[in-house]
């Protein structure tokens, strides 16, 4: 299927930044004054950037998820400049968030960020509750795309020996065993549409269609939306669960 996927369009390429600009002016009333229309009980989210992005990028949204109740965890690594062993430094947070709040915890990436998010849940299924992935291209690394040579250009520049990918990074395009959806956008102008969407299933793996720009997704507002009804269906799931285990 890679084969016949091509390239975003370049007026899709070169208009990134100007939308991805208006969408986060479209979005800066709902991340001021939303509220959630249910009780939030909260749990933990690990939010992780795109590749370039830190944790600038994904401010707005934490915040907006801090304020309406969740426990939101940066990634904490700074700019994400597609160093892989920062897997294994995630895993271990991972690890100590579980242990802090004694609660499964979802987590949120993108772009690149979805790629680790999927990955650190495969390490880690009895930990994570669910994956939200924001325009990443797990299923067809390979194909066409605007970051490609950007990518392969750190690591060559940070590393002389010619290594090779992990294998898990081939193992990317198959279901991972926790819930998860794939927000994607036919506007993208960095990455294939088509590389960012999963095997569906009507209960574990769902792809949702947004109108958006790459840069843009993480203050989207229509992004936005679809990640609090997801993030408020799981955590009323959760209260539901605590009120039976009281009751009995």
Not at 26 to 52: C, E, N
Not at 197 to 223: A, C, F, R, W, Y
Request: charge should be neutral; proline fraction near 5%; hydrophobic fraction near 40%.
């Amino acid at each position: 299927m890679s084969a016949e996927i091509k390239r975003p369009a370049l007026w899709l390429h070169l208009s990134e930044f100007f939308r991805a600009v208006r969408e986060r002016m479209r979005a800066g009333k709902f991340l001021r004054t939303h509220q959630s229309l249910k009780k939030i009980h909260g749990y933990p989210i690990l939010v992780i950037p795109g590749f370039m992005a830190s944790q600038t990028s994904t401010a707005p949204m934490r915040e907006l998820l801090d304020r309406l109740g969740y426990h939101t965890i940066d990634w904490g690594l700074g700019r994400n400049y597609a160093r892989l062993e920062e897997i294994d430094i995630l895993s271990d947070k991972i690890e100590r968030i579980h242990k802090e709040y004694d609660q499964k915890l979802t987590i949120i990436g993108w772009s690149l960020g979805g790629i680790y998010a999927r990955r650190l849940a495969t390490l880690h299924p009895e930990k994570t509750r669910r994956v939200i992935t924001l325009g990443s291209p797990y299923r067809h690394l390979e194909a066409p795309n605007y970051a490609n040579w950007l990518y392969q250009l750190f690591q060559q520049t940070r590393s002389k020996d010619k290594r090779q990918e992990p294998k898990w990074v081939e193992e990317l395009k198959l279901p991972i065993s926790v819930p998860s959806i794939a927000i994607y956008s036919k506007t993208d102008g960095i990455v294939p549409w088509q590389a960012c969407m999963d095997e569906e299933d009507p209960t574990d793996h769902k792809n949702i269609e947004v109108q958006g720009s790459h840069i843009g997704l993480g203050m989207n507002q229509e992004v936005l939306s679809h990640v609090l009804v997801f993030l408020e269906a799981d955590d009323q799931v959760d209260a539901s669960s605590a009120n039976t285990a009281l009751a009995q």
